[in-house]
């Protein structure tokens, strides 16, 4: 039997970040999921929700646990609309959601989330790493 693990998934309730998300649970993990809202979350109790919005400030994830054995960063957003009325700022929207490139020196949002908050970085096989205090 695995031992389990907290699972920290940014972007999580839709998409393939719910489709890891179930994985994650049905592997019986503690699965933590911030997002802007709780929506699609209410069929997995287990699942504890942080709220969370990538393109503003989220200095306050009061509810991490300390120890953090993962991250997921999945956070998404797409245009749907024709290729020809798609804009330079459609482009740089996605982008800034994506990868979070217009405020942070770091070149992407997962990056900038493990420094912030998991100080010795994404463990490797078999360790964990302590997540900031205060957040």
Known sequence: MMDKKNIFVVGGRSGIGLEIVKKLENQQNEVFVGSRTRESLQDHPQVQHLK?????????????????????YCPGSIVLKPFQRLTSADFRNDLEINLQ???????????RTAKKHLPNGIPSSGSACRRKSPL
């Open 52 to 72: 969370l919005d990538v393109t503003q400030d989220f200095s306050d994830l009061a509810g991490l646990p300390e120890i953090v054995h993962g991250l997921v």
């Open 101 to 111: 490139i217009h405020r942070w020196p770091l070149p992407c949002c997962p990056v």
